[in-house]
């Protein structure tokens, strides 16, 4: 088969003292993300989904958390190591769908940026990234703010 699709999702707590990294954008906000490298959720997902459309596992498997080179690392740069591993694959990204599932800050004012970073980081169009935000309609952890989570789907091509 020519065409692959893939499923990606991550979670992360939100915490005071940390910069909050949404689509490889700093967002002002009074608590950042909490993880071992930016803790960029929707990069994190966008990554697990690009990994699991080729089936080579996921993103702790190549980018681990007791991985001193990666600690605070950029998100962007696992996002382009991504792409180029599908590329030593013999894969090409053909579109990106995201969702963030946020209550604050508001994602709409940023949704653009953030679309033009990741489709830079992959190398595809921006009409080849879509990024949409929604609540949980204050319940659960999201709701009470205590986390963000992100979910994407990727579609690869064989080259």
């Known amino acids: 088969m020519n ?20 689509g490889g954008i700093r967002l002002e906000h009074e608590t950042g993300l909490l993880g071992h490298s930016d803790a960029d959720v929707l990069i994190h997902a966008i990554c ?7 089936a080579l596992r996921d993103i702790g498997y190549h980018f681990p958390d007791t991985g001193a080179e990666f600690e605070n690392i950029d ?25 963030v599932c946020a209550e604050r800050p508001k994602l709409n004012p940023h949704i653009e940026r953030m679309r ?17 935000a929604t ?12 986390g963000i989570s992100a979910y ?8």
């Open 135 to 146: 609540t949980t309609e204050r319940l659960g952890y999201t709701g009470r703010e205590e």
């Open 75 to 99: 998100s962007k740069v696992l996002l382009r190591r991504t792409v180029a591993l599908l590329a030593d694959h013999g894969y090409a990204v053909g579109n990106i769908d995201a969702t």
């Open 152 to 159: 994407a789907v990727a579609l690869i091509e064989r080259r």
């Open 3 to 22: 065409i692959r699709v893939g499923f990606g999702i991550d979670v992360h707590r939100l915490v005071p003292g940390r910069a909050l990294w949404l």
């Open 116 to 132: 033009a970073c990741l489709a830079e980081c992959i190398g595809i169009g921006v009409d080849d990234v879509s990024v949409k």
């Open 48 to 54: 697990d989904a690009l990994l699991g459309a080729a």
